[in-house]
């Protein structure tokens, strides 16, 4: 039953986080220290300024990062349908030219084959 609770970690919702604390952390810390209005609206002004550059640099990482994943998503997908389509074609090839004796024997090899593309496709 915890278990169908315990969200899995989401990097969204980490840096949705990280962000909230850092301009409540910055708010209290400009609004406990003794300071004439003045100053007040300048640091305000200096922190607004600060976060949003610091918000855009997030910004430009996590895209940088998504367009990298995705890259290399689209690279392994390429990968393992050219290794199913080499799978295919060799046990087609294979199964034209069996005699029923040898038809029990490929069935093994079938098996074998295909528990390799499984595996291939849970490491990756």
Same mark, same amino acid.
């Given at each position: 039953?915890?278990?169908e609770?315990?969200?899995?970690?989401?990097?969204?919702?980490?840096?949705?986080?990280?962000i909230?604390?850092?301009?409540?952390?910055?708010?209290?810390?400009?609004?406990?220290?003794?300071?004439?209005?003045?100053?007040?609206?300048?640091?305000?002004n200096?922190?607004?300024? =600060?976060?949003?550059?610091?918000a855009s640099?997030?910004?430009?990482?996590?895209?940088?990062?998504?367009?990298?994943?995705?890259?290399s998503?689209?690279?392994?997908?390429?990968?393992?349908?050219?290794?199913?389509a080499?799978?295919?074609?060799r046990?087609? %090839?294979?199964? %034209?030219?069996?005699?029923?004796? %040898?038809?029990?024997?490929?069935?093994?090899d079938?098996?074998?084959?295909?528990?390799?593309?499984?595996?291939?496709? =849970?490491?990756?």
């Amino acid at each position: 039953m915890e278990n169908e609770v315990v969200k899995e970690f989401n990097g969204k919702e980490f840096v949705l986080g990280s962000i909230i604390g850092a301009i409540g952390g910055a708010l209290a810390a400009l609004f406990l220290a003794p300071k004439s209005g003045n100053e007040l609206r300048s640091d305000l002004n200096s922190g607004t300024v =600060e976060l949003k550059h610091r918000a855009s640099d997030w910004k430009n990482k996590a895209y940088s990062k998504g367009s990298e994943w995705k890259d290399s998503a689209i690279d392994k997908g390429s990968e393992w349908k050219e290794k199913a389509a080499d799978s295919t074609t060799r046990l087609a %090839q294979k199964a %034209q030219k069996l005699t029923p004796a %040898q038809e029990k024997e490929m069935d093994s090899d079938v098996r074998t084959e295909s528990a390799a593309t499984a595996d291939i496709a =849970e490491h990756k």
